[in-house]
Each structure stands twice: as structure tokens, then as C-alpha cells.
């Protein structure tokens, strides 16, 4: 049975404001850059540590002391195989945020772009509202005056 995930939160962020939803996903990606550092120095911890107690394990148990280059090989290549998730989940993690950055940059030149249109538009409508105006004098003023003769200006 599969479960269904609720993602009216993350749609009416997107439907609300654009910058609150970069900002907050700019937010949230330095926390899990935090995040995901810290797991990895911990881990580094724990391996150093973890090289000392395999040493310390291997006259307890046999079968470690036996195969002691082995287990000290795995681990390792543990180790390693770690290192190289925990590279690439930052990496991810820091391109995120890259690309956060980017659509909140963006957000912000679209609506500058629709700001120049939208005075572009007003000054129009003002000049056509004035033209109207101008017209409206204009032929209130001839009206007015009677009849007009071949050589009115």
C-alpha cells in the first residue's frame, strides 16, 4: 500500500509569494548544508574512533584478529564510500541553494520587468486620457463659437 504525501503547504507557498517561497527555500537549504556538514564531521569522529576500537576488538575476537587486514581494509573502504555520499549530498545540497538563489534573482527581475511595464502603461493612459481632454476642449471650443469658417486654426 502506498501512502499519498500532502503538498497543499508547498503549492499555496507557491501560489502566495514568490519571494517568501525562495526566501524560505534559500532558508532551508543552508540549514541542511548546516546539517549535512555536521553529520559529516561527526562521522569523521567516529571513524577515527571507530579505527581505535577495531584495533582494541581485535584481541577479543578471534575471528577480527584473524582477519585483521581485511576488516581493516572494509572499513576502509567504508569509510570511503561515506566520504563520497557525504561529498555528493553537499554537492547537491549546494547547488539547491545555487539554484534558490537563482529563481529568487529571477523573481526579482520579472517583477521589475512587469513594474516598467505596468509605468509604461499608466504614462500611456495618461497621455491618452490628456489627448481626450485636449479633443474634449478642443470641440467644446468650436461648438461654441458657431460656425467655422475655411480659415480657423
Do not use: C
Amino acid at each position: 500500500m502506498t501512502t499519498q504525501h500532502d503538498h497543499t503547504r508547498y503549492l499555496d507557498q507557491l501560489n502566495d509569494d514568490p519571494h517568501t517561497f525562495w526566501e524560505s527555500r534559500i532558508k532551508a537549504s543552508r540549514w541542511m548544508i548546516t546539517k549535512t556538514f555536521g553529520i559529516g564531521l561527526l562521522a569523521g569522529g567516529l571513524g577515527v574512533l571507530g579505527q581505535g576500537w577495531l584495533e582494541h576488538a581485535a584481541p577479543l575476537f578471534p575471528f577480527i584478529s584473524q582477519n585483521y587486514g581485511i576488516w581493516q581494509t572494509v572499513y576502509l573502504l567504508a569509510l570511503i564510500l561515506i566520504f563520497l555520499l557525504w561529498t555528493a549530498a553537499l554537492r547537491q545540497k549546494f547547488g539547491l541553494l545555487h539554484n534558490s538563489k537563482q529563481g529568487l534573482a529571477m523573481q526579482h527581475r520579472i517583477d521589475e520587468q512587469n513594474a516598467r511595464r505596468e509605468e509604461r502603461a499608466q504614462a500611456t493612459r495618461e497621455r491618452r486620457e490628456q489627448l481626450r481632454q485636449e479633443r474634449a476642449e478642443h470641440t467644446i471650443y468650436h461648438k461654441a463659437g458657431g460656425r467655422s469658417t475655411k480659415f480657423d486654426y
